[in-house]
Every structure is written in structure tokens, then in C-alpha cells.
């Protein structure tokens, strides 16, 4: 996994039963361990073996994207450099004005010119570049059907659910639980929509991060004894005009940002951790 901020991110994946089968005290305690490096998460023989999978494929993921990132955003913009991008403009849902290419992504504009230099109103991230550049020279731009599905039936998306749902999906519920006014905030800030309730949600908002690559969220309020719930749906052409790995790279993006949001708005416990 990746390295936890403290011993209570560590806590939270463990199933706090004390029962003192790893040789610690507490499962707090095991916790503390683990993050001083005296333990390994595995140690604990009450943890799934679906979380430590997970976790462990999670350390891959982040470890080959922190040390490829920055080689792949400039190859990406070498490409770019390359293409027609007054052709893209159409495919893409853009519009081209002086040699720059401009989509909006949340409702703010996100542009790139013909040397690969990128441009926005917001905040370059690495999670909207690489998805925006990937976006531009691969996506075969087909329409929105209005047609949703989980990330778990897109192309590549069953094997990599496991990891969807604990890195955006799960870290996005926590966000909206403690969080009341999250889903206004999308609709006014980043020009989200909110739709008639899909699936039998109490909540749905439409966001679009690219302009053909429409995100619904969908949260369940706790009812009768149940918790809460919160998944993410794209529409079934998603993975012709963006690849698995982008669109896992927006989920995660999204939830972080919207962690920062709530923090920003005076709900410190609203997490994505």
C-alpha cells in the first residue's frame, strides 16, 4: 500500500477485534507497528485476502505511476505536438482558436497548443493531464449514448474493481456521509448536473471531466439499519474514447479532490484517505 499518513489509516483496514493472534495488544497497537515498520500488514491473520491484494496491487500501481508519470505526461505531449489538432476538435468536443485546443473538463476550460504546452483555468494535475492528452489522441470520439454501467463492466474494469472501489468509489462515500452540502457544491462549482435518481438513488449527479466522458454518482442515504452507499456509473461508451487507466485515474483524482473541498468548507473529517 502506499505509505499511510499514520497508524490509524492502517487501523481502519483491520478488523479492530484485539484478538492478539499477530502477537500485539491491540489492533491498534499492530497498527503502530506497521507503520514504524516492525510489522507488515500481512501479519494480521484476521485481514482478507482481498484487502491484501488489494493493497499490494495498490503499492504497484502507485509505485510504476510515481516513477513513469512525468515520462509518459511528456511523451503524451510530444504526441500532441504531432497530431492535427483542428481535426481533434470535433472528435473530442472542443473547439480550436489560435492554434489551441480547448475542452472543458468540470465546466473549466482545459486547453493544449501545437507544441504540447498545456493550459487551464484550474489547477494542472497529473490526474485531468494525462487523461485530457490520452483523450485527444486516442479517444475515437463516439457520442454519449446515455446508456450507464459500473466501472466493473467496462473493458479491463472486473479485475481492477476490487482496487476502484477502495482507491474512489469507498473514500468518495466517506466524503459525501460527512459532507451534507458535497453534491450542491458539485452541481454549482463544477457545473454538475443533478438528474432523476438512477438505480433507485436518493442522489445523482452527472459530472463531465471530458466532454464525452460523462461520470454519474449515485449515493444511498442509511435507511432501516443499512449504511450508506455511493457508486460511480459512465456511460457505456466510456472505454472507446478513454482507456481503463485514465478512467481509474479520474475516480481517484475526483475523490481526492472532493476531499479537499470538504476540508476547504469546514469538514475536516471528510477524508479520502
Known amino acids: 500500500m502506499p505509505k499511510p499518513k499514520n497508524a490509524m489509516e492502517i487501523f481502519q483496514l483491520l478488523d479492530q477485534s484485539n484478538c492478539r493472534q499477530c502477537g500485539e495488544k491491540t489492533c ?9 515498520g516492525r510489522r ?50 470535433d472528435r473530442s468536443g472542443g473547439r480550436f482558436v489560435d492554434g489551441t485546443l480547448t475542452l472543458k473538463v468540470l465546466g473549466k476550460n482545459f486547453g493544449v497548443d501545437e507544441n504540447g504546452k498545456l493550459f487551464a483555468d484550474i489547477h494542472i494535475n497529473p490526474w485531468v493531464a494525462v487523461p485530457f492528452l490520452s483523450y485527444i489522441l486516442y479517444g475515437k470520439g463516439r457520442p454519449v449514448s446515455g446508456n450507464w454501467v459500473s466501472f466493473r463492466d467496462l473493458k479491463d474494469g472486473m479485475e481492477r474493481y476490487p482496487l476502484f472501489q477502495k482507491r474512489c468509489e469507498a473514500p468518495m462515500k466517506r466524503v459525501a456521509d460527512a459532507y451534507p452540502r458535497l453534491f450542491d457544491d458539485l452541481v454549482h462549482i463544477f457545473s454538475g448536473l443533478k438528474v432523476a435518481e438512477e438505480f433507485e438513488s436518493d442522489i445523482s449527479v452527472v459530472l463531465h471531466p471530458l466532454p464525452k466522458v ?45 476531499a479537499n473541498l470538504a476540508r476547504r468548507h469546514g469538514f475536516p473529517e471528510a477524508t479520502a484517505s
Open 28 to 36: 491498534l497497537a499492530f497498527a503502530g507497528a506497521v507503520f514504524t
Open 214 to 258: 460523462p461520470i454519474m454518482i449515485c449515493y444511498w442515504l442509511p435507511e432501516d439499519g443499512l449504511a450508506s452507499s455511493l457508486n460511480l456509473y459512465f456511460d457505456q461508451t466510456v472505454d472507446e474514447n478513454l482507456d481503463i487507466g485514465s478512467i481509474f485515474s479520474i475516480g481517484a483524482g475526483l475523490s481526492q479532490m472532493f
Open 40 to 89: 507488515k500488514l500481512e501479519d494480521c491473520p484476521q485481514l482478507s485476502p482481498e484487502i491484501t491484494q488489494c493493497c499490494a496491487e495498490e503499492s504497484q500501481v502507485e509505485n510504476v505511476a510515481e516513477q513513469n508519470r512525468d515520462a509518459y505526461l511528456a511523451q503524451l505531449k510530444n504526441e500532441v505536438a504531432g497530431i492535427d489538432l483542428a481535426k481533434v476538435a
